[in-house]
T-cell receptor
């Protein structure tokens, strides 16, 4: 069966520091991968998605970037964090076989920027 | 482009009472519809989805939803809720034949009181 991991689970970082959040998927190959941010009262916002290694699409201009160095690894980064980057970050995967396919979510990383 | 409106940000109910969480969507093309549940400090779990066929969809934990194309709605219902149903519920849509990107509503927080 497929599983999705995210780490760290919780992170407290000062403003201006760098960020690296990691997401890995097991039990599937060539998945589509997604990064979402969830801010209080604002639902889920799609940040990036990837259909393959090195292929990243950005949905919202911002202080963050994403990379996919391996088929089942998706990394969210920032060079300098802002207060507004605080939130709950969720990684998701789908089989990449079309719009009927379900997205499955990881446990999330809660980021607090102080 | 699609949009999703969850009309109630918070819904308090008593245990064993029925509940309906409302979801309306807007789209110029046909869509697939999803409901996800998020327990505190966890990722999202798929409750149910409508892809085609019967407009009444049954999901996990006794939930069901009905797709109404004329009213562009996909309301979630449960005839008798439990304390353990306390969570945030998200409605999401995705265009048929397009990308796999999901558009989420802002969520409805269901609180079940004893």
């Amino acid at each position: 069966s497929q599983t999705i991991h995210q780490w760290p689970a919780t992170l407290v970082q000062p403003v201006g520091s760098p960020l690296s959040l990691e997401c890995t998927v097991e039990g599937t190959s060539n998945p589509n991968l997604y990064w979402y941010r969830q801010a209080a009262g604002r639902g889920l916002q799609l940040l990036f998605y990837s259909v393959g290694i090195g292929q990243i699409s950005s949905e919202v201009p911002q202080n963050l970037s994403a990379s996919r160095p391996q088929d089942r690894q998706f990394i969210l980064s920032s060079k300098k964090l802002l207060l507004s980057d605080s939130g709950f970050y969720l990684c998701a995967w789908s089989s990449g076989q079309g719009a009927r396919e379900t997205q499955y979510f990881g446990p999330g990383t809660r980021l607090l920027v102080l | 482009a699609q949009s999703v409106t969850q009309l109630d940000s918070q819904v308090p109910v008593f245990e064993e009472a029925p509940v309906e969480l409302r979801c309306n969507y807007s789209s110029s093309v046909s869509v697939y519809l999803f409901w996800y549940v998020q327990y505190p400090n966890q990722g999202l779990q798929l409750l149910l989805k409508y892809l085609s066929g019967s407009t009444l969809v049954k999901g996990i934990n006794g939930f069901e939803a009905e797709f109404n194309k004329s009213q562009t709605s996909f309301h979630l219902r449960k005839p008798s809720v439990h304390i353990s149903d306390t969570a945030e519920y998200f409605c999401a849509v995705r265009s048929q034949g397009g990308s796999e990107k999901l558009v989420f509503g802002k969520g409805t927080k269901l609180t079940v009181n004893p």
